[in-house]
T-cell receptor, first 110, second 115 residues
Framework: QKEVEQNSGPLSVPEGAIASLNCTYSDRGSQSFFWYRQYSGKSPELIMSIYSNGDKEDGRFTAQLNKASQYVSLLIRDSQPSDSATYLCAVLDSNYQLIWGAGTKLIIKP | DGGITQSPKYLFRKEGQNVTLSCEQNLNHDAMYWYRQDPGQGLRLIYYSQIVNDFQKGDIAEGYSVSREKKESFPLTVTSAQKNPTAFYLC??????????????FGAGTRLSVL
């Protein structure tokens, strides 16, 4: 069974620091990778997408992909209390189905 | 404004009752999806549809049914055969199912509880 693994947390980070969220996946044929943010009681919203090895930056967010290690990460610089949420990693597998991790709960401490 | 509208926001089901969750999108997306989310778990795919009048079962389709008569609409019925329906139900859509086009966007969700 294809899997996406995330540490459930909670991950506690001081305000202004860098938050690092990690995700591993099992299907080597996966081509597209996504990070979603989900506030408590709300629906997921897309933060970043990444398709090739390396880094992709968007404002305070950087996604990193390493297909050889089957590893994708999300860095959040200058963390703010409003970044406190659950972050979901999603991987598009070789059958074009999106496989979801269970999410990492991030808490930014003022 | 373009988006995905789910209704109702909260729904209560009585024993033996079928209930229908509505999902409408005006993004002109071809693909639509229904997910179920339980506390502390990832999203699990119930059904998806790539085009009108066609839909496929996901990982947990038992006890659920869908229809896709219009491109904009993809309602989900939770039947009495679904014995544990209490969950957060999310509808999503994407331009297509393949590659970079499969960025999925979500509605606000429907929270279903059993009376």
């Amino acid at each position: 069974q294809k899997e996406v693994e995330q540490n459930s947390g909670p991950l506690s980070v001081p305000e202004g620091a860098i938050a690092s969220l990690n995700c591993t996946y099992s299907d080597r044929g996966s081509q597209s990778f996504f990070w979603y943010r989900q506030y408590s009681g709300k629906s997921p919203e897309l933060i970043m997408s990444i398709y090739s090895n390396g880094d992709k930056e968007d404002g305070r967010f950087t996604a990193q992909l390493n297909k050889a290690s089957q590893y994708v990460s999300l860095l959040i610089r200058d963390s703010q209390p409003s970044d406190s949420a659950t972050y979901l990693c999603a991987v598009l597998d070789s059958n074009y189905q999106l496989i979801w991790g269970a999410g990492t709960k991030l808490i930014i401490k003022p | 404004d373009g988006g995905i509208t789910q209704s109702p926001k909260y729904l209560f089901r009585k024993e033996g009752q079928n209930v229908t969750l509505s999902c409408e999108q005006n993004l002109n997306h071809d693909a639509m999806y229904w997910y179920r989310q339980d506390p502390g778990q990832g999203l699990r795919l119930i059904y998806y549809s790539q085009i009108v009048n066609d839909f496929q079962k996901g990982d947990i389709a038992e006890g659920y049914s869908v229809s896709r008569e219009k491109k904009e609409s993809f309602p989900l019925t939770v039947t009495s055969a679904q014995k544990n329906p209490t969950a957060f139900y999310l509808c999503a859509s994407s331009k297509d199912r393949g590659g970079s086009k499969n960025i999925q966007y979500f509605g606000a969700g429907t929270r279903l509880s059993v009376l």
